[in-house]
């Protein structure tokens, strides 16, 4: 029991269990960001494929690249945890324009969701993926 309420209260951020909690964490993550919004921008699982909204005037292809990217391709680098710094990098851009430019003056259950997946991965950008990824096993080349 006491050992039970050591490990409840410990703040240390060694030992498996953080690296375990990150391997799941970015999986979880960047597989909700796929299913729930990238799928959706090629019309898999709905009537009609969304169309990305482009607040920053970009041309409209780069724009619908950039954002697909950013919902399908990039967290498939998280989940792997490869260049997982770099692939976070474009999620953040677009998840970040969505919440300071096309949802700021929305109420706070719509931008909700881009200020959740922000913080989210701003996390990932300054801890990294964890031991388990293959960012560490390139790391120990």
């Given amino acids: ?3 039970l309420i050591q ?3 410990n703040t240390s951020l060694e030992g498996k269990l953080i690296h375990l909690a990150l391997f799941v964490f970015r999986i979880a993550l960047s ?3 796929i ?3 990238g799928l959706k921008k090629l019309g898999v699982g709905v009537a009609e ?3 990305v909204p482009n607040p920053l005037h970009l041309p409209e292809a780069f724009n619908s690249l950039f954002a697909d990217a ?3 391709v990039f967290p498939v680098f998280v989940v792997f945890g490869l260049f997982t710094r770099i692939a976070v990098l474009p999620i953040l851009a677009v998840t970040l324009t969505g919440y300071f430019i096309l949802h700021w003056n929305d109420a706070l259950l719509i931008k909700d969701t881009p200020f959740m997946y922000s913080l989210c991965y701003l996390f990932l950008f300054f801890v990294g993926p964890g031991k388990y990824s293959i ?3 390139l790391r120990k080349i």
């Fill in 1 to 3: 029991m006491k050992k």
């Fill in 7 to 9: 490990t409840i209260i």
């Fill in 31 to 33: 597989l909700e960001l």
């Fill in 35 to 37: 299913v729930a919004h």
């Fill in 49 to 51: 494929a969304e169309q």
């Fill in 70 to 72: 950013a919902n399908l």
């Fill in 135 to 137: 960012d560490q096993y």
